[in-house]
């Protein structure tokens, strides 16, 4: 019989900047649902820092095949909210990568044993 946990799989954390960075790796003999996607403009700014994400097969690079969403504008003092259930295999990774500081990520989901 498989187990489910229900849980935040990654802390909230600011989105880096430049390079995608990894944010959660499927445990191995583990299925992952990704079911929210927040991320929250907290910078005192004038203008939308984008963000992007890549949910990348084992030791593959980000890249617009992997792309869950792309250069996503998030205008400031707001939230983008992607509500779904995603299913990632073990060793699979998430990474994102903003365009600017200033941008959280809050990320939950299912890890199915």
Do not use: W
Not at 39 to 63: E, F, R
């Amino acid at each position: 019989m498989n187990s489910f946990t229900n849980k935040r799989l990654a802390l909230p954390a600011l989105i880096p900047v430049g390079t995608p960075s990894t944010v959660y790796v499927t445990p191995a003999n583990t299925t992952t649902i990704i079911t929210v996607i927040t991320v929250a403009h907290t910078a005192p700014s004038s203008g939308s820092i984008t963000s992007s994400m890549y949910l990348c097969p084992a030791n593959a690079d980000p890249s617009d095949a992997n792309a869950l969403f792309k250069d996503i504008p998030v205008d400031p003092q707001s939230v983008v909210n992607f509500n779904f259930g995603q299913a990632i295999q073990q060793t699979d990774t998430i990474k994102v990568v903003a365009s600017s500081l200033g941008l959280t990520l809050h990320l939950s989901g299912i890890e199915i044993l």
